[in-house]
Every structure is written in C-alpha cells, then in structure tokens.
C-alpha cells in the first residue's frame, strides 16, 4: 500500500505517548505497513516502526501527518529504503 503526501512539508517531528500511540509529522510517503511494521519515508529519510497490533489511525496527506496507534517496539531512521543495502558501522568495517 503506497500514498504520496504534499511535497512542500518542511517540519518533521516524532511524537511517542506512552509507548502506544506515535505521531510523525513531515510525512512524505508510505511505502508498506502492515500490523507489526510501518515503512514511511519522511523530509528527514525513511522511518521504521516495529511493533505489534499496528493500525494506521490518521492519515493527513495534505500536512503530511500520521498517527499509528498499537505498541511500539522501536523506531529507525534507514539509510535507503527497505531491501537496499545499509551502510551500517560493521558492513562499513568488513568491506
């Protein structure tokens, strides 16, 4: 599942409450979620939110803002998107 957002957003924030609702502003795509991970590219790179029972709560393409609700196990920033190679510290350092 895929959706485009407003190319214009410049702000971006992260919001987590309580380990169960996360809000992200300067969204700029999703590119696949499903109820254990959120793939969203933002104006600061691609985020990964992994977690369980996952559910895309609100979704403002003109803002760029989204509210997925469930628990939050953890949220990274990625280099490229999925299925790219990372450039991680130890791939870096085994080349």
Same mark, same amino acid.
């Given at each position: ?8 957003? =410049?702000? #971006? ?10 809000? =992200? ?5 999703? #590119?696949? /979620?499903? !109820?254990? !991970? /959120? ?7 691609? =985020? ?23 628990? =939050? ?12 190679? !990372?450039?991680?510290? /130890?791939?870096?350092? /085994?080349?």
């Amino acid at each position: 599942m895929e959706s485009n957002f407003d190319s214009n957003v =410049i702000s #971006h924030s992260v919001k987590i409450l309580e380990r169960n609702n996360i809000f =992200i502003s300067g969204t700029k795509k999703v #590119h696949n /979620f499903n !109820e254990n !991970e /959120f793939l969203i590219n933002t104006v600061m790179g691609n =985020i990964n939110i992994k977690g369980s029972n996952l559910e895309l709560i609100k979704l403002d393409t003109n803002d760029g803002n989204i509210c997925i609700k469930g628990k =939050i196990n953890s949220v990274t920033y990625l280099e490229g998107i999925e299925g790219e190679k !990372e450039n991680s510290f /130890f791939s870096k350092l /085994f080349k």
